[in-house]
């Protein structure tokens, strides 16, 4: 018997070569350039910042454009073909226009089994587009995504990358509707959320004008095993293999470790010293 695979992205999902303008206006680049000079500065060696550059401009574009391979190309030293290369070797950059909110919902195993299958459907036919396309306001892309390390939490739908977890087809058709009609929406943990284009300048590394606060951190399902180990007295087993004998746990470590497991990770800071003497 003869078995088919599908690997990568789905049929129906566009993945066309990169288009757009060839240039950026005058203005614009110098206003990228100057960012582009602070994420650049924080590297030993200045084609390291490829990745946050990539995401620069996609945060002005809404998705990757010539201009946008052309002005990192140049910056760092690099042909178009080599910035175009990493650029399509990884999903976070998108090649079509991105509307203000990525939907993003997880199909992988888990997520399947428990009803990501049925949500996505749910969304393709409630929003008429197919994963990977935009709706009309341009409000809204939709797409099915890879593992996102939540299935404690599943199904999970990601928007701009902030999840929501638990969810079902009813309630992922009232997000998008929030969405698109404009009402603040809260992600069950993580950032508050902000357009793509805000969330693209986040992950290029430079300063959230956002509040720092989160909507919540570990939850309950996460934290279940560590439970059910601590009440049995559970231990990890030494690194030569031997059995090793369950010690209660150190009531001033446990203390440290629970008083900071929910606190948010710093964001970027503004000014960041340079390190090394490489290029700029």
């Known amino acids: 018997m003869t078995v088919f695979l599908n690997l990568g992205q789905r049929p129906e999902e566009p993945g066309p070569p990169i288009s757009g303008p060839a240039v950026y206006p005058p203005a614009v680049e110098a206003r990228l ?3 582009a000079a602070r994420i650049i500065g924080r590297y030993p060696q200045a084609r390291s910042a490829l990745l946050p550059l990539l995401h620069l401009v996609q945060s002005e574009d809404g998705c990757l454009t010539p201009a946008g391979i052309a002005f990192c190309a140049a910056r760092l030293g690099l042909t178009d073909a080599e910035v175009t290369a990493v650029a399509t070797f990884y999903s976070m950059y998108r090649r079509t226009p991105t509307g203000d ?10 997520c399947a089994i428990m009803g990501g299958d049925e949500i996505l459907e749910a969304l393709q036919d409630h929003l008429g587009v197919r994963a990977g396309e935009t709706t009309a306001d341009r409000r809204v892309t939709l797409e099915h995504i890879e593992c996102n390390a939540a299935c404690d939490y599943a199904p999970v739908v990601m928007v701009n990358w902030e999840f929501f977890d638990n969810q079902t087809p009813s309630s992922a058709r009232d997000l998008v509707d929030q969405l698109r009609a404009g009402v603040p929406v809260t992600p069950t943990r993580g950032a508050p959320l902000c ?8 992950l290029a590394g430079l300063v959230d004008p956002r509040p720092e606060t989160d909507t919540g951190g570990t939850g309950d399902a996460t934290l ?7 009440a049995d007295g559970m231990s990890a087993p030494h690194p030569d293999g031997s059995e090793r004998a369950a010690t209660p746990p150190d009531p001033a470590v446990t203390e440290a470790a629970d008083s900071t497991r929910d606190e948010p990770a710093p964001a970027p800071e503004a000014d960041v010293p340079r390190s090394g003497a490489g290029p700029r």
């Open 33 to 35: 350039a100057e960012d």
């Open 101 to 110: 909110y990525l939907v993003g919902v997880c199909t992988n195993t888990l």
């Open 195 to 202: 357009t793509f284009r805000q969330t693209a300048r986040t």
């Open 224 to 230: 279940a095993g560590l439970r059910v180990a601590r």
